[in-house]
């Protein structure tokens, strides 16, 4: 399985960035466990968002409310929706797919 992240960028606080993730290799249909993480400087890298093997959905306490994960399997694709960006969302954002595929991480940097 190979996963391509993109939607990366510069942004104000307060604003929107959409985060795409395609898949290749496999139908994401297949796959129940895919999502997000990210990695800010100096700090571990952590869930931002994923979609559990129960079908359910799982958002770190740090976004829930402003971040929305979704998936189109038809397109093998995977999203993440980012409204009112902070600055501590900063970070290089990685999708990953059960039981251990990453892509290449997309920088979001949101700054004044």
């Known amino acids: 399985v190979q996963l391509q992240a993109s939607g990366g960028g510069l942004v104000q606080p307060g604003g929107s960035l959409r985060l795409s993730c395609a898949a290749s290799?496999?139908?994401?249909?297949?796959?129940?466990?895919i999502g997000w993480h990210r990695q800010a400087p100096g700090k571990q890298r952590e869930l931002v968002a994923m979609?559990?093997?129960?079908?359910?959905?799982n958002y770190a306490d740090s976004v829930k409310g402003r971040f929305t994960i979704s998936r189109d399997n038809a397109k093998n694709m995977v999203y993440l929706q980012m409204n009112s960006l902070k600055p501590d969302d900063t970070a290089v954002y990685y999708c990953?797919?059960?039981?251990?595929?990453w892509g290449q991480g997309t920088q979001v940097t949101v700054s004044s």
């Open positions: 990953a797919a059960a039981p251990s595929f």
């Open positions: 290799g496999t139908s994401i249909f297949t796959i129940r466990v």
């Open positions: 979609f559990t093997s129960n079908g359910g959905t």
